[in-house]
């Protein structure tokens, strides 16, 4: 069974502009979670969605947003990039609504100049 | 305020010694704690959890103790191998109305030395 995955690992912006990563988590599991990591902090997190709807979120400002499709696939949203959006952006599912074992995905670096 | 805590940011223990992981919380509501492991460009990797109902689980050289007075759990690597090398971080689970929620500590970097 193929794991979560991400897209893309990698990417680059400028301050003041917005990105999209993507998510898409194993076969059948139905929640999605999403961390941000940076250096020396542990795993920071931004939000949970369980059948296309929000369930949890972390304390991030707006500017940080996801959501989550029919097929269980996800995205988040960092608009008006700040320099101390550079992180890594991890991506985790789990099976059911009661499960708390979540598997990762490899994450999406983001680099913001 | 962090909840969960691992106050240790690094440990170097020889080959084949016995690796011991410390963990601290401070919320009474977490019902559940899992061990992930994470290598450099990779995410996290799911090793072993338990349940506050448990004082031990046991999975081949990994055991994870829960002290529930103390609010302080402990992954025990035995024996350590160089290939655990990387940064563990414990977790805490809790139920609230919405669901389930993760809280993870800083992590704790293990190098294990041939």
């Known amino acids: 069974k193929a794991g979560v995955t991400q897209t893309p690992r990698y990417l680059i912006k400028t301050r003041g502009q917005q990105v999209t990563l993507s998510c898409s988590p194993i076969?059948?599991?139905?929640?999605v979670s999403w961390y941000q990591q940076t250096p020396g902090q542990g795993l920071q997190f931004l939000f949970e969605?369980?059948?296309?709807?929000?369930?949890n979120k972390g304390n991030f400002p707006g500017r940080f947003s996801g959501r989550q499709f029919s097929n269980s696939r996800s995205e988040m949203n960092v608009s008006t990039l700040e320099l101390g959006d550079s992180a890594l952006y991890l991506c985790?599912?789990?099976?059911?609504?009661?499960?708390?074992?979540?598997?990762f995905g490899p994450g999406t670096r983001l680099t913001v100049t | 305020d962090q909840q969960v805590k691992q106050n240790s940011p690094s440990l170097s223990v020889q080959e084949g010694r016995i690796s011991i992981l410390n963990c601290d919380y401070t919320?009474?509501?977490?019902?559940?704690f899992l061990w992930y492991k994470k290598y450099p460009a990779e995410g996290p990797t799911f090793l072993i959890s338990?349940?506050?109902?448990?004082d031990k689980n046991e999975d081949g050289r990994f055991t994870v103790f829960l002290n529930k007075s103390a609010k302080h759990l402990s992954l025990h690597i035995v024996p350590s191998q160089p290939g655990d090398s990387a940064v563990y971080f414990c977790?805490?689970?809790?139920?609230?109305?919405?669901?389930?929620?993760?809280?993870f500590g800083g992590g704790t970097r293990l190098m294990v030395k041939p």
């Open positions: 985790a599912s789990s099976l059911l609504a009661t499960s708390y074992e979540q598997y």
């Open positions: 076969s059948g599991h139905r929640s």
């Open positions: 969605y369980f059948s296309e709807t929000q369930r």
């Open positions: 919320n009474s509501m977490f019902d559940y």
């Open positions: 338990i349940s506050s109902i448990k």
């Open positions: 977790a805490a689970g809790a139920r609230n109305n919405a669901g389930n929620m993760l809280t």
